[in-house]
């Protein structure tokens, strides 16, 4: 597995399934995500931005995107 930008938590994509469908970078407001103009892929720019709230998973069709060190749940 290929896995691009290791942090603390947030959010991480295995470039080696992500076929470059721009699915995440269109739904994040957060902008979590970029263009990787080299690859043609989705890239990190700023996983700790991430605020779990799963829509960048839900639409990725290859399931490239995962949660790391996932925040416990609110009370």
């Given amino acids: 597995m290929i896995h691009s930008g290791q942090v603390d938590s947030g959010i991480s994509i295995n470039t080696g399934l992500c076929e470059g469908c721009g699915a995440c970078i269109d739904i ?6 970029e263009w990787n103009l ?35 749940p609110k009370q």
């Fill in 28 to 33: 994040c407001v957060l902008k979590v995500f």
């Fill in 38 to 72: 080299k690859t043609g892929k989705a890239k990190l720019v700023n996983p700790n931005a991430c605020n779990f709230c799963g829509d960048c998973i839900n639409f990725c069709m290859v399931h490239a995107l995962r949660f790391v060190d996932t925040p416990p």
